[in-house]
Nanobody, 120 residues
Framework: VQLQASGGGLVQAGGSLRLSCAASARIFSSYVMGWFRQAPGKEREFVAALTWRGTTDYADSVKGRFTISRDSAKNTVYLQMNSLKPEDTSVYYC???????????????WGQGTLVTVSS
């Protein structure tokens, strides 16, 4: 398994969760990594991205609330989600791509999803 996501769960509105995505060493060291999400009945959408150099990008809907980071010792990328809202309820997918320009539209590699449910 090249991408292994974990950390989803049920949380009340205003609460926090941290998602983790463990990657192979090759992917972690050279790919853009990040997260997408898909809510019931909606298309999958970009959430956040992080390059191996530390450049980040966020969807407007999560800016100021979500933070993407990486731990090189663990080959893991994290998504810290604070001030969660019911509309953040989705299956969250870890993804990776060699190129920044294609990551936000069609990442080449996907992990399994992890469900985040935010209750009101």
């Amino acid at each position: 398994v090249q991408l292994q996501a974990s950390g989803g769960g049920l949380v009340q509105a205003g609460g926090s969760l941290r998602l983790s995505c463990a990657a192979s060493a090759r992917i972690f060291s050279s790919y853009v990594m990040g997260w997408f999400r898909q809510a019931p009945g909606k298309e999958r959408e970009f959430v956040a991205a992080l390059t191996w150099r530390g450049t980040t990008d966020y969807a407007d809907s999560v800016k100021g609330r979500f933070t993407i980071s990486r731990d090189s010792a663990k080959n893991t990328v994290y998504l810290q989600m604070n001030s969660l809202k019911p509309e953040d309820t989705s299956v969250y997918y870890c993804a990776a791509d060699p190129r920044w320009v294609t990551f936000t539209t069609a990442p080449r590699k996907w992990g399994q999803g992890t469900l985040v449910t935010v209750s009101s």
